[in-house]
């Protein structure tokens, strides 16, 4: 047992204090884990357009003060009661989804999406009691969506973590507890390409690149991408991107500029981004009688989905997918393995870094668009 388990641990963590403020850095209290909770020391951590969007908090329920942060990479420091699959020193990747094992979700091969542990944006505070493990002067400071990296120590569920191979580089594959796998997993586990197909992603973000590379080892011939941001273009290459379309540089539709391309259309389509018309765009691009579309981006909260229903009865299909269809403590550590195999890239994927000090950088790259992701070093 390490010497501080059962303790409160002081340390550094980034505060966000009201929506859209640069975070600060404050010394925190963090509590001992509780049942079924264990505490990491987080080593790296990186920033995601969901913090991003939580933390201008527009269009949702603001939730401060709070910590964000929910990609990163750390080590088990303590273990609460009940905890039998983790011990003090294990490596680990918290994910904002988790699996708890035991629900219907959890026991079903096609579904990731546990019942206790589904991503829940507005809770900031522990499942077991309600409360938080933050403080500052006895005041809680709100968790999110059950991680909180954005500190030097935090508390997480059990069935939030998973344990992977401690000779991974922990700089590299915490962008696995996310984004990555986000987009990897859309590809190879929901759309599955075939050898030799066509697929368009639409958004050429961190996640839509993702989901590229995950075209590329698929063995697809041809991986159209598109977006509205041209400066995204030359970095795809690198990701497998064949060919690249801007909506604007055409005055009809672009599922009909890519059906004109590809004979018909492309075998499968991923949509990144979370625009609704991306997304009808997405399905209406594949190919009638096998082409598959895959929903990746979340969409606004009052958007519709419309299309002709003659799409559909044409034999298109239309999937969604959480996380890549990947169960966090099953499947990532296999994905981590898949790096260090070298049949996965991520280096490619890291367009910053910054000491955690200097963590407000990281948003303003994002938010000028100049990041795919920023590795954040804590203790620096």
Partial sequence: MSSTSGQVIRCKAAVAWEAGKPV???????????????????LFTSLCHTDVYFWEAKGQTPVFPRIFGHEAGG???????????L??????????????????????????????LRINTERGVMLS????????????????????????????????????????PLDKVCLLSCGISTGLGAALNVAKPKRGSTVAVFGLGAVGL??????????????????????????????????????KDYDKPIQEVIAGMTNGGVDRSIECTGNINAMISAFECVHDGWGVAV???????????????MNILNERTLKGTFFGNYKPRSDIPSVVEKYMNKELELEKFITHEVPFAEINKAFEYMLQGDSLRCIIRMGA
Avoid: W
Wanted: aromatic content about 6%.
């Fill in 24 to 42: 600060v850095i404050e010394e925190v209290e963090v509590a001992p884990p509780q049942a079924k909770e264990v505490r990491v020391k987080i």
């Fill in 75 to 85: 080590i088990v420091e303590s273990v609460g009661e009940g905890v039998t699959d």
């Fill in 87 to 116: 011990k003090p020193g294990d490596h680990v990747l918290p994910i904002f989804t988790g699996e708890c094992k035991e629900c219907a979700h959890c026991k079903s091969e096609e579904s990731n999406m546990c019942d206790l």
């Fill in 129 to 168: 009691d309600g409360k938080s493990r933050f403080s500052i002067k006895g005041k809680p400071i709100y968790h999110f969506v059950g991680t909180s990296t954005f500190s030097e120590y935090t508390v997480i569920h059990v069935g939030c973590l998973a344990k992977i191979n401690p000779s991974a």
């Fill in 210 to 247: 993702a989901a590229a590379e995950g075209a590329r080892i698929a063995g697809a011939s041809r991986i159209i991408g598109v977006d509205l941001n041209p400066r995204r273009f030359n970095e795809a290459k690198k990701f497998g991107v064949t060919e690249f379309l801007n909506p």
């Fill in 295 to 309: 929903l990746v981006g979340v969409p606004s909260r009052d958007d519709q989905f419309k299309t002709h229903p």
